[in-house]
């Protein structure tokens, strides 16, 4: 496994962790409120603190499973969505949809995480309204920072753990780089080509040291990787199993990195990537 997905199975196994830790406020704030937690309640809470249990026991697993099929993270998502809507209004079960939330941010995309948490919200706020409570009372908001907050910290959490696996994925190959070694054989065709500078002729006047402009990369963590890994030589098929996950991800991946870079191929998009173009190492000034 890649060193940033072994930064993304520690964070999902915290995640995991505040998983747990959610259940336990949930019925404890049930408790508080209702005297007893009701049977919905104590049914998500328990559902969700064995999905927490088994994310815990075994991460590098049931994070590979999750992060090769949107279906699975999907439905561990609609289990916080289920909870906040079936539970009533102002559901405690909030504890739970949230961290559910922290987990699918450390598996998929910033656009699903955020679509997730926005139906989650929505769920929140259906539960209350069918409950027969208002949403805003006077001199009270209500359940409404309840409800922006799951959205907002999502995203807040998406962005701090991507942000965190970049810094990982740089020191990895900023590693690498310090340590000789031999480059296996790029397996792109006609990298070379794409690569190829023009030699000065003799009567040329000396080049001149430039340089090299401040850059910085355009492309998510994940991103990167697919096309560092494919720079190193791997195939499609190869890059799945390195990062758990299906070869139509990584084509997607691919397809997106070259959106982002304005490369027309893969081939160009490699060869911007080994030219510095898109180098995760600090900038050289």
């Not at 390195?242 to 139509?248: A, E, H, K, N, Y």
Request: aromatic share 4%; proline share 6%; glycine share 6%.
């Amino acid at each position: 496994m890649h060193l940033a997905e072994e930064f993304y199975v520690r964070a999902f196994a915290i995640a995991c962790v505040i998983l747990i830790a959610g259940c336990a406020l949930t019925l404890w704030f049930a408790a508080l409120d209702r005297g007893t937690p009701a049977m919905t309640t104590m049914l998500f809470a328990s559902l969700a603190a064995a999905f927490g249990i088994a994310g815990l026991a075994r991460p590098h697993d049931i994070y590979l499973r999750l992060r090769s099929r949107t279906t699975l993270q999907l439905s561990a998502v609609a289990l916080g969505a289920l909870a906040v809507l079936l539970d009533g209004p102002e559901s405690e079960c909030w504890w739970i949809a949230l961290p559910l939330l922290w987990i699918l941010a450390t598996l998929s995309s910033a656009r699903l995480a955020a679509g997730a948490a926005i139906a989650t919200a929505t769920a929140f706020v259906a539960g209350t309204i069918l409950g027969g409570q208002a949403l805003v009372t006077t001199g009270d908001l209500g359940v409404l920072p309840a409800t922006v907050a799951l959205p907002a910290y999502t995203l807040v959490g998406w962005v701090l753990i991507d942000a965190l696996a970049g810094l990982a994925l740089t020191r990895d190959h900023v590693t690498a780089d310090n340590e000789p070694h031999t480059p296996p054989p790029l397996r792109v065709a006609n990298l070379e080509t794409a690569m190829k500078v023009p030699t000065a002729s003799p009567a040329a006047s000396p080049p001149t040291i430039q340089h090299r402009p401040r850059r910085t990369s355009r492309l998510t963590v994940r991103q990167l990787e697919v096309a560092l890994l494919l720079r190193d030589g791997l195939r499609q098929t190869e890059i799945a199993a390195c990062l758990g996950i299906s070869v139509r991800q990584v084509e997607r991946l691919l397809a997106a990195a070259r959106e982002r870079v304005h490369a027309t191929t893969t081939t160009q998009l490699v060869a911007m990537l080994a030219a510095g173009a898109l180098s995760p190492h600090p900038t050289v000034e």
